[in-house]
């Protein structure tokens, strides 16, 4: 299926590894322009090679934390109207509320709330302006079934999605669509963190953790951050028009309830 968005440029946060460089991946081999975000200049020259290789499209690069103000003005510098905004940031540590302090909270709402505000804030116009707009928020499956040990998590990617369910709708008369991805377990650096802390917290070993937790999942596995991308890459199609202020939960059937 041709997603019919070669040509549109694109800015994918977070890009450098993982769940975002899967997006992007995905979007080049869609023949979109892509510029990838992320902190660490050497692991994104790492991502855009491997991309390149893989789909022909090289993506250019852009060294920015895009949780702060001066991270964003480099993006929308190296990109100022994007046709698509995939927002991604690493999400805050696992704990116990009970010790976390105020400046916690507000870090944890910085990266995984109003950063991805600001960036739809700094772009969306531009896109109803020119009658095309696909944005996507990866958040996580936690919004849908939260995680005791998430609570940053938690409170800062359900803030996003309210926000995300009142905006989408006054965007997609314009065929500006907003949409958010709610990965399960994937195979990434964060599951891995967050397997340490749950072993630690258990007892057991890192081994033990990570295969009751793959065993405990429908589908047996982890799933791929292909996978992901391939489904951040219909949701920004052109195809996918008539999609808004959804939340797709990609998580191997993991989720037990019916809604």
């Keep these: 299926m041709d997603f019919g968005i070669r040509g ?8 450098s590894k993982g769940l975002g460089k899967g997006c992007a991946l995905a979007l080049a081999g869609e ?6 975000v992320a902190r660490q200049k050497p692991q994104l020259e790492v991502a855009a090679a491997e991309i390149e290789k893989l789909t022909g499209n090289r993506p250019e690069i852009v060294v920015g934390d895009v949780t702060t103000a001066e991270g964003r003005a480099a993006v929308l510098a190296a990109c100022p109207d994007p046709d698509i ?7 805050p540590p696992p704990g116990d509320f009970r010790n ?11 990266a995984n709330m109003l950063a991805p ?12 302006a020119r009658k095309f707009g696909r944005i996507v928020n990866i958040t996580s499956h936690a919004v849908k079934q939260p995680i005791d040990m998430l609570g940053l998590s938690n409170g800062a990617r359900t803030g996003l999605t309210g926000f995300v369910a009142g905006l989408s709708r006054a965007t997609v008369q314009h065929n500006v669509t907003i949409n958010n991805l709610l990965p399960g377990t994937f195979d990434t650096d964060r599951l891995k963190s967050n397997l340490s802390a ?43 028009g008539y999609i808004t202020g959804q939340n797709f939960l990609i998580d191997g059937g993991a989720y037990p309830g019916t809604f």
């Design 8 to 15: 549109r440029k694109a800015i994918v946060c977070g890009a």
């Design 31 to 36: 023949g979109v322009k892509v510029f990838i």
């Design 85 to 91: 905004l995939i927002n991604n940031a690493g999400g």
């Design 100 to 110: 976390w302090t105020r400046e916690d909270w507000i870090k944890a709402l910085d």
């Design 117 to 128: 505000i600001e960036l739809m804030k700094a772009t969306v116009d531009h896109m109803i």
């Design 198 to 240: 749950l072993a630690q917290r258990s007892g057991k070993s890192a081994d033990e953790t990570s295969d009751a937790i793959r065993n405990s999942n429908p589908a047996k596995r982890f799933g791929t951050t292909d996978e992901f991308g391939a489904a951040c890459a219909f949701l920004c199609s052109d195809k996918a």
